[in-house]
């Protein structure tokens, strides 16, 4: 018996052996996946494949996945004023539910003066009827609530939050990297514009994370003006594949996509938690 039980799995979990030799296969790769030469596009399918895997996870596009390095980085580029849909307006205001990771309630790139706090209920759940006054009337918002809290564990009614801000023509963003591998869902379930991820949260490396966006979403804007559109400057990509090593998809992943009932509620449609699978 050991003397001690590592048990705060929400703060971050062990690397799983999958993920390690993922990423160990990938350090070989000698290539630099913008290089045009054999190399280059070996360490580049490496990249294109980390991608498509973790977009069929929440059944998006891969071309809506950008890697970051964790989530903390992932909601910092998620939360970005100008974000639009279509010839929709962007939004200019954002509001957060007071329990936000810190990360949301920071407020990314929107200054100071555009962010309100919605409130929750005693139960831990975000306020619906606060949430309809601040969407009231004002400018078109972008909505963060999270899918699953990381210190009560409370599950988010997200479908409805969504349900509410696409009627004021908000957008929602769902930090959803307690729930990833835990709770089935996916983008189009939980009506989210964008959704993000962290991988040493399921048993992937530590600063590895990826903001998914729906499709049809526009306005994302690199935190580094270096960085193309889909990656971070900077980013060890060699990594990433540690990430979509835990990710188990059911069916396949585009006759998946294009089943997905748009408008469903939190539903099982996503893929099989990665974490009880522990063999070793
Ligand atoms: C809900 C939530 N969001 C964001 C983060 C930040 O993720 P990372 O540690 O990958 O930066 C965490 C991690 O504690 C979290 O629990």
């Not at 918002?141 to 988010?156: C, F, K, P, R």
């Not at 990833?180 to 994370?209: C, E, M, N, W, Y």
């Amino acid at each position: 018996m050991p003397d001690r039980v590592y048990l705060d799995w929400n703060a971050t979990t062990p690397l799983r052996p999958e993920a390690r030799a993922a990423m160990a296969a990938a350090w070989d790769f000698s290539g630099n996946p913008s290089s045009v030469h054999a190399e280059g596009r070996q360490a580049r399918r490496l990249v294109e494949d980390a991608r498509a895997a973790i977009a069929a996870a929440v059944l998006a596009r891969p071309e809506g996945v950008v890697f970051s390095s964790g989530g903390t980085e992932a909601n910092a580029l998620a939360l970005t004023p100008g974000l639009h849909r279509g010839a929709g307006p962007p939004v200019q205001r954002l509001l957060v539910s007071a329990i936000e990771h810190t990360s949301v309630l920071s407020g990314g790139r929107f200054p100071a003066e555009a962010i309100a706090t919605i409130a929750v209920t005693s139960a831990g759940l975000v306020d619906l009827d606060h949430l309809r006054n601040l969407l009231d009337g004002e400018s078109p918002a972008l909505v963060s609530v999270m899918l699953a809290n990381n210190e009560t564990g409370a599950i988010q009614p997200v479908a409805e939050v969504a349900e509410l801000v696409h009627a004021a023509g908000g957008l929602l963003h769902v930090d959803a990297i307690q729930a990833f591998g835990k709770i089935p869902f996916d983008i189009d379930s939980i009506q989210a514009d964008l959704v993000t991820l962290s991988a040493h949260k399921i048993g992937g490396p530590k600063g590895v994370g990826a903001v998914v966006l729906a499709d049809g979403l526009q306005g994302l804007e690199p935190l580094l003006a270096a960085a193309g559109r889909n990656s971070v400057a900077g980013l060890e990509p060699r990594m990433w594949p540690g990430f979509p090593a835990l990710v188990r998809l059911p069916r396949p992943r585009s006759r998946r996509y294009r089943q997905t009932p748009s408008g469903s509620r939190i539903c099982g449609t996503g893929w099989r938690p990665a974490l009880p699978k522990r063999t070793e």
